[in-house]
């Protein structure tokens, strides 16, 4: 049976074609919920590309979410106004017709990306 605390006290006590990914090492412990405590000294360097390594992964994960929220975000009458090329009377008379869907967010109107795309690419198909 293995003690619930292992030391390691450097990474000269493992073969030179081993090398200590801590990233890997830290990942495997938290799928792990009966995996062993372990100590571990590093050196800065190793702890330095620990975080480096953390943060890249955390950004990875992260920036599809925001790309695809920021894809998705609300738009002011003002921005749809914009992106269609008419003035705000316009997108408001548009959206009395039904022909964008309009919804409030915090008592201001807001129009969906979604339903601004669509209406730029019916114009383009045209």
């Not at 801590?22 to 590093?42: E, G, K, R």
């Not at 390594?53 to 929220?69: C, G, K, Q």
């Not at 749809?80 to 964008?100: S, W």
Request: hydrophobic share 35%; proline share 5%; glycine share 2%.
């Amino acid at each position: 049976m293995m003690p619930d605390n292992q030391a390691i006290k450097s990474s000269n006590s493992f073969p030179s074609k081993m090398k200590l990914n801590l990233f890997d090492l830290l990942q495997a412990s938290m799928s792990d919920p009966d995996s062993p405590n372990i100590l571990l000294t590093v050196h800065l360097s190793d702890l330095h590309q620990l975080v480096v390594d953390t943060i890249e992964a955390t950004r990875e994960r992260i920036l599809p979410v925001y790309m695809d929220a920021e894809k998705e975000r609300p738009l002011t009458r003002k921005e749809v106004a914009e992106q269609l090329g008419v003035c705000e009377t316009t997108v408001f008379n548009m959206a009395r017709a039904g022909k964008l869907r309009s919804f409030k967010v915090n008592g201001s109107t807001r129009y969906s990306q979604r339903d601004v795309r669509a209406i730029i690419d019916s114009r383009n198909a045209d």
